[in-house]
């Protein structure tokens, strides 16, 4: 038998693929963020924006952008939903007016003790003690780093 031919077959085999663990445990993932957001009117892109409101408010549209690695096409729209939902307010920056500032509004700010729970139900979940889950956060983090050097 070919041992070389074995290799090359067993890395093409989808159940070895790193890619395809990353993606069918993202699909997971985000089945249980559609529940847990579902009673938050919220989408799951939706929900990160508002964390990152929730940390820092009154910030700009390309700062979002930066955090979540989306660029202004694909998160303007989103942001429109979330203005036309009543939980932002989106305006020129008054300190460069090239700049749209993304701010709370009451809504918005009411909304993050409703998400409390979240993550705590996703650890759950999740079936891991927070211990691993750091890890594997980090161990995420840095594939996403050397992912993005390459």
């Known amino acids: 038998m070919n041992t070389k031919k074995t290799d090359t077959t067993a890395a093409l085999l989808l159940d070895n ?62 942001l429109k939903r979330l203005e036309s939902a009543g939980l932002i307010v989106r305006q020129r920056s008054r300190q460069d007016e090239r700049q749209v500032a993304v701010t709370l509004s009451d809504d918005g700010r009411a909304l993050q003790q409703q998400a409390q729970d979240i993550p705590q139900a996703v650890g759950c979940a999740a079936q891991c003690d927070t211990e691993t889950l750091v890890a594997l956060k980090q161990q995420l983090e840095q594939l996403r780093q050397q992912l993005h050097r390459a």
Request: aromatic fraction near 12%.
């Open 17 to 78: 693929q790193l890619c395809f663990a990353l993606y069918s445990a993202n699909l997971a993932l985000n089945k249980l963020y559609r529940q847990l957001l579902a009673p938050l009117n919220l989408t799951y892109p939706q929900y990160l924006v508002m964390m990152i409101l929730w940390e820092q408010d009154d910030i700009t549209v390309s700062e979002i952008g930066e955090r979540l690695f989306l660029d202004s096409a694909t998160l303007t729209p989103l």
